[in-house]
């Protein structure tokens, strides 16, 4: 029984692992203005104005340091929605986050 446990948990640490070290505050702006918020990453959330996802299915890419292919399950605004998002550490501590054939260069916020 401990045994099924510790394997059980090894399989979370592994999932989660992925998505915490993505954790943070990201925008061009870090102050909340209207529509214009930043981007927080908490655990396996996203956290968008009005919306947020819960990232799944974590891929590491091959050669690319820290980067990280998810599946998205959102909702928001009485909608719920899949989505691919890909997440990678830049050089300068910010993020680069792609989806729906678009990337931002965020900097993190302090």
């Not at 870090?30 to 396996?44: A, K, L, S």
């Not at 996203?46 to 799944?56: A, G, L, W």
């Not at 399950?73 to 050089?91: I, V, Y």
Request: aromatic share 8%; net charge negative; proline share 5%.
């Amino acid at each position: 029984m401990n045994r099924i446990i510790r394997a059980a948990l090894a399989v979370v640490a592994m999932t989660a692992a992925p998505a915490l070290a993505f954790d943070g505050v990201y925008g061009e702006t870090c102050v909340p203005d209207g529509d214009d918020v930043p981007m927080t990453i908490r655990g396996e959330l996203i956290i968008f104005y009005e919306s947020e996802c819960r990232m799944t299915n974590p891929v590491n890419v091959r050669d690319m340091d820290g980067a990280v292919l998810f599946d998205l399950e959102c909702q928001g605004e009485g909608m719920t929605w899949t989505d691919r998002a890909f997440l990678q550490p830049s050089l300068d501590g910010g993020l680069i986050y792609a989806a729906r054939g678009l990337a931002w260069m965020l900097p993190r916020c302090e």
